[in-house]
């Protein structure tokens, strides 16, 4: 398996426009976590999925942001509109259902609104 | 309020000596303690996980080690090496029903130095 693929790799887009960050977990796992770093925070986690379904998004900043996953293999992450303290690294990261056992992230998707 | 903490942004160590990296937690639900490496522009990579009912867990040249009384795990490394370099993020998790979710400290950047 290729590991969990995140794309794009960079964005960098004007404040007020929409931006959608795209996931395609590993196959196979039934968790799906999407999480923002930032220097002062670290890294948060803003919503997770567990089979397609929504668990908690208590995470979300904003109404601004929204999160889907129509299938087991793919998940967007959808920020409307986008404005500049949104810049940060999203990452999403993947795992399997038992307990115990770790999350496997992908590369990360730089987004930067100016 | 972060419920895991890791008060050290930085931490820099000399090549063949011992890193010893540090992380406090707060909620006392938590059963489940995890480990992980951050390279520039990449994912975070497991590294190594302890559970609740231990207090040690080795693996190679890693060693963590969870004290429960006092919410507090650590890190070491030894010997340190160079490609050792990079944030290091401690996490930790509980099981909430069918729900198991990492939360995660800020960071701590190692610097191995040759």
């Known amino acids: 398996d290729a590991g969990v693929i995140q794309s794009p790799r960079h964005e960098v887009t004007e404040m007020g426009q929409e931006v959608t960050l795209r996931c395609k977990p590993i196959?196979?796992?039934?968790?799906l976590f999407w999480y923002r770093q930032t220097m002062m925070r670290g890294l948060e986690l803003l919503i997770y999925f567990n089979n397609n379904v929504p668990i908690d998004d208590s995470g979300m900043p904003e109404d601004r942001f929204s999160a889907k996953m129509p299938n087991a293999s793919f998940s967007t992450l959808k920020i409307q509109p986008s404005e500049p303290r949104d810049s940060a690294v999203y990452f999403c990261?993947?795992?399997?259902?038992?307990?115990?056992?770790?999350?496997?992230f992908g590369q990360g998707t730089r987004l930067t609104v100016v | 309020d972060q419920q895991v903490k890791q008060n050290s942004p930085s931490l820099s160590v000399q090549e063949g000596r011992i890193s010893i990296l540090n992380c406090d937690y707060t909620?006392?639900?938590?059963?489940?303690f995890l480990w992980y490496k951050k390279y520039p522009a990449e994912g975070p990579t497991f590294l190594i996980s302890i559970s609740s009912i231990k207090d040690k867990n080795e693996d190679g040249r890693f060693t963590v080690f969870l004290n429960k009384s006092a919410k507090h795990l650590s890190l070491h490394i030894v010997p340190s090496q160079p490609g050792d370099s990079a944030v290091y993020f401690c996490?930790?998790?509980?099981?909430?029903?069918?729900?198991?979710?990492?939360?995660f400290g800020s960071g701590t950047q190692l610097t191995v130095l040759p």
């Open positions: 909620n006392s639900m938590f059963d489940y």
């Open positions: 196959s196979g796992h039934d968790y």
């Open positions: 990261a993947s795992s399997l259902e038992q307990q115990n056992t770790e999350a496997f």
């Open positions: 996490a930790a998790s509980w099981s909430s029903g069918s729900a198991r979710q990492l939360t």
